[in-house]
């Protein structure tokens, strides 16, 4: 390992190459502690031809790379294992003027989500994806993991806003394709296949993303619905706003939690409801009489445009409550909507028979029917468990990763959800793209 360190130091210069403990244990641990290893070196180059000089070292000793940028993620793909090399991209920091007439922006793979934001505002335009870890979360891991977030319902994923990339393969070669084209009919889109691939195909370095307006008026509102299936009830009707921006649910638990550890009084009584929606509008103008109207009917309603900044608060503070009561199992699933109270009533099923014990936290995205269901107190069941929720996903028509990725954590996995021959055609692209297992070795697909 002191030879391949050397040989890195060669291309990224020595005070990028980090092989003290202290350096190094930030890169070796997830964010919720739950994925620990130790790499022989964290190494921090600056270009794609300083990628490709380290991914070529790395193939000549024979040890695996795992690219990093935030370390946000859930499912272990961003940690080192088996004595990986951590190759971090937090140094990708540029971001180029904004394109006002094609809507568009070149930022580097270690941009964070609100960097970019604050960016592309500082023009009169915006990005679309944004979730609670926008101050640490970074270009490159949501292109890699195919983010979603809240606003998917009006803007749909990372994979939508990506115009085109640049990245290094696991030879060293590097993919330049950073125009922006809309139209475009040259063959299978390779930019697209290298989202969602979580690192395992190349090495992201810079993107090419869309920008959509900057809705400068807003409005939310909380509502209390009697159960999951009410709250389901009233996507139709707010599908018809046309300044839908998100459409939030947070069970009666999780709501609760989040306002303690903000130390807020609930905006509504958590035991008032089985569940509560929230609702954010976005316009040129101000939405809150749509809304309002919209919800003049219902019950239970926080009153409309008040709060938002609290509302949001208590989303996006729902996982740090959740990881400041221990280390939860957490599984992020979606099925279509229809089946979201199916899926609740077979977990909390299962905790009364296998951990009765145990403390379940639900939110997630209402539209997309993505849950984040988390187990706090699982225990010896926690294997269990996860089998249960998987398993009732898949068998419901669901996924069992909406938006964090497989990882590690769920690569063993992947063929009961997609099938074997989808997995064979996998590792054929795997296969012929990185031969010798070098990038992100064991995330996606488990190593044969």
Known sequence: MSSLAAALREVV???????????????????????????????????????????????????????????????????????????????????????VRSM???????????????????????????????????????????????????????????????????????ITQLGGLPKETAGPSLVQLLVGSEGTLA?????????????????????ACDSLMHAVGLLPALRRLPNLDAVEVLLPEALKIACKHLGVTPPLDPASAGAFVM?????????TDELAELLSSYTGVLAVGAQRDQLYAIRDHVTIAIGALGKPLKLDVAVPVLHLDRLVRAVRAGLRELAPRAQLVVFGH??????????????????????????????????????????????EWLERLKGPAHVAALRAIKGALDPGGLLNPGVLLPVE
């Not at 937090?90 to 971001?95: A, H, V």
């Not at 994979?159 to 696991?170: C, E, H, I, S």
């Not at 609702?279 to 103008?285: F, G, N």
């Not at 926690?382 to 938006?403: H, Q, R, Y």
Request: glycine residues 14%.
């Open 13 to 99: 210069g020595k005070d990028h190459v980090l092989t003290d403990p202290d350096m190094k244990s930030g890169y070796e641990i997830d964010w919720l502690r739950q994925y620990i290893d130790d790499t022989p070196c964290v190494v921090r180059p600056h270009t794609a031809e300083e990628v490709a000089g380290v991914l070529r070292a790395c193939a000549a000793a024979g040890v695996g790379v795992v690219p990093q940028g935030g370390n946000t993620g859930l499912v272990g793909g961003s940690t080192p294992r088996d004595g990986a090399v951590v190759l971090s991209m937090q140094r990708f920091t540029e971001l180029g003027d904004v394109d």
């Open 104 to 174: 568009q922006v070149t930022a580097g793979a270690g941009v964070t989500i609100e960097q970019l934001q604050l960016h592309a505002r500082a023009a009169g335009l915006d990005f679309a994806v944004d979730w609670g870890a926008r101050t640490t979360a970074t270009v490159g891991g949501a292109v890699n993991t195919n983010a979603g977030g809240s606003r998917v319902v009006r803007f749909g994923t990372m994979r939508a806003q990506v115009m085109g990339l640049q990245a290094v393969l696991a030879d060293g070669s590097i």
């Open 203 to 223: 090495v992201v370095t810079a993107v090419r993303l869309r920008l959509v307006p900057w809705y400068q008026h807003t409005a939310a509102a909380l509502v």
């Open 279 to 287: 609702i954010d509008c976005a316009a040129h103008r101000d939405p």
């Open 366 to 411: 209402l539209a997309e029917g993505n849950l984040h269901v988390n187990v706090l107190g699982a225990g010896d069941a926690e294997g269990a468990l996860k089998e249960l929720v998987l398993t009732t996903a898949i068998e419901l028509g669901g996924t069992i990763s909406a938006e964090h990725g497989i990882g590690v954590a769920k690569a």
